[in-house]
């Protein structure tokens, strides 16, 4: 099923639907931007939050804005961009998005992809819309610029993922209504920051590690891409557990993912496919925005293993 099919069963929303076609747009020209090499690796800036920026990070946030000009969206707002980009005051939503998500890894040749959140403005005016909290999001999705393009799509009705096909350039439906596996013996975590771990966090992986003889009973793998999307998409596909903690760093007391752009979209997908999303404290979905480049830790993935991790003390 292509996707304007899909599209078209899911939701009666058109203009809502408009807005996931530009979306699907921007990333088969982002994704045919990256397989084609158009673009120079080296050369690197800082973005307005102080993280490095690479010409494919300003090329995808570019295309997006570019393709966002419709009236059906009223603002734009992105890790690449300071504030809100105001583009039609008429319009019902506003979208947020990490234009290139893992761009680090673009040497490496690792999977990199664009998460977006769509926002509905519910009668405000986009200064106050855009602080709604998770739980508001009209769809959330994200692409995969892999060895093949995917895309995990959530209408807050289950969620699906589909494939770019090359040869017609659209979308066509992989798998209706996932499910992440309630129980998993896999994790991933950036083992490398063990010396900063606060308690729970080094308890629940030592227990991890201990396999089958310790308090877990089972033997674990750990994998770790450093690509959100790559490992999201992992989970999606067969479960498993993220986690991206704060820590007694300075730099990292609030995490490091960004609220808006990153961790509401990733957990409103999780928790439509089954699984659970939290900041180690409170469902990721329920924070208060109180900035737009808001960092939170998240740990997300299977709703068995998510709650073990939050009943380690």
Not at 92 to 109: H, K, M, Q, R, Y
Not at 112 to 123: D, E, Q, R
Not at 168 to 187: A, C, G, R, V
Not at 204 to 219: A, H, V
Request: hydrophobic letters at 35%.
């Amino acid at each position: 099923m292509k996707i304007l099919s899909f599209l078209n069963e899911f939701s009666k929303d058109q203009n809502l639907n408009n807005v996931i076609l530009k979306l699907c747009s921007s990333a088969i020209k982002i994704s045919k931007s990256i397989h084609d090499d158009d673009y120079e690796i080296e050369k690197t800036s800082l973005n307005e939050d102080g993280d490095v920026q690479k010409p494919l990070d300003i090329f995808s946030d570019k295309t997006l804005l570019d393709k966002l000009r419709i009236p059906e969206v009223a603002a734009y707002c992105s890790e690449e961009q300071k504030g809100i980009v105001n583009l039609d005051e008429n319009g019902n939503f506003i979208v947020l998005t990490d234009p290139l998500d893992g761009s680090s890894n673009i040497e490496a040749n690792v999977s990199i992809g664009t998460i977006f959140s769509i926002i509905p403005k519910n009668g405000k005016c986009v200064n106050e819309a855009i602080f709604q909290n998770g739980n508001k999001q009209a769809c959330a999705g994200f692409f995969v610029f892999g060895p093949r393009t995917t895309l995990f799509l959530t209408y807050k009705n289950g969620t699906h993922s589909f494939f770019l096909n090359n040869k017609s350039n659209t979308f066509e439906l992989l798998q209706k209504n996932i499910s992440i596996p309630e129980y998993t013996s896999e994790y991933a975590i950036n083992s490398s920051y063990r010396r900063f771990w606060h308690k729970n966090v080094l308890n629940y992986i030592e227990n991890c590690l201990k396999g089958k003889d310790g308090p877990r009973k089972k033997d674990f793998n750990m994998r770790w891409v450093g690509s959100l999307v790559a490992d999201a998409s992992r989970i999606f596909t067969r479960g498993g557990i993220f986690l991206y903690p704060d820590d007694k760093r300075k730099k990292n007391k609030d995490g490091r993912l960004r609220l808006t752009y990153e961790a509401n979209p990733i957990s409103l997908l999780v928790e439509q496919a089954g699984g659970k999303a939290t900041n180690g404290k409170e469902d990721i979905l329920n924070l208060t925005i109180n900035d737009i480049h808001q960092r939170t830790p998240l740990i997300f993935g299977s709703k068995e293993e998510v709650d073990t991790f939050l009943n380690t003390e």
